[in-house]
């Protein structure tokens, strides 16, 4: 690990499938050749189509990143102290978090509505781009502040959190159907 360290690398991906669209921070084109085992460097982009998944993995502690279909992120994370500051732009779509006890700071989400920040936790995030958040707690605790206005709820096991552009944050409790 501490060769893939040196080269810059803060994850790997661990599933493809269907369209995956991607793109290194120095590349200016999209190309269809996400594959098992490419590494993932700071600012790299990833895009699924209809039918896209791609599962990434941290390699300083093996926090787990599922991009489902019709979603583009953006990976970012820094070396520090041994440790991967770890960070992801949600621009749209819907995404799994695995996210394990954070050694350095927190693992940051964000997106156009919202800012996640996250110790160590498993959560989903339905980002609908500019039209708002909806946050769906599977364990731990997921601080979520609106950017709009600047309010800031926890997000819990079995709740969900919807947060929207006009700067509303509710959180209750999920439904049977969700």
Excluded: M
């Excluded at 941290?58 to 990143?65: A, K, N």
């Excluded at 019709?70 to 994370?77: D, F, I, K, L, S």
């Excluded at 609106?146 to 552009?165: C, E, F, Q």
């Amino acid at each position: 690990i501490s060769g893939l360290f040196c080269a810059e690398s803060i994850a790997l991906a661990t599933k493809v499938k269907g369209t995956v669209l991607y793109k290194k921070k120095k590349e200016k084109q999209l190309k269809n050749d996400l594959k098992v085992g490419v590494d993932l460097h700071n600012s790299d982009y990833i895009r699924t189509g209809e039918d896209g998944f791609a599962k990434y993995v941290y390699l300083d502690d093996g926090t787990q990143i599922k991009v489902h279909n019709n979603t583009e992120v953006y990976v970012h994370g820094e070396l520090s102290r041994r440790s991967i500051l770890k960070q992801l732009k949600v621009k749209d779509g819907t995404v799994k978090l695995d996210i394990k006890k954070q050694n350095v700071d927190e693992f940051t989400v964000i997106t156009p509505t919202s800012v996640a920040s996250v110790k160590g936790t498993s959560f989903w995030l339905d980002c609908n781009g500019k039209g708002g958040d909806k946050f769906y707690g599977e364990s731990g605790i997921v601080s979520i502040t609106n950017i709009a206005s600047g309010l800031k709820r926890n997000l819990s096991k079995n709740t969900v959190a919807n947060s929207l552009p006009d700067g509303s944050l509710a959180v209750r409790e999920i439904t049977p159907t969700e």
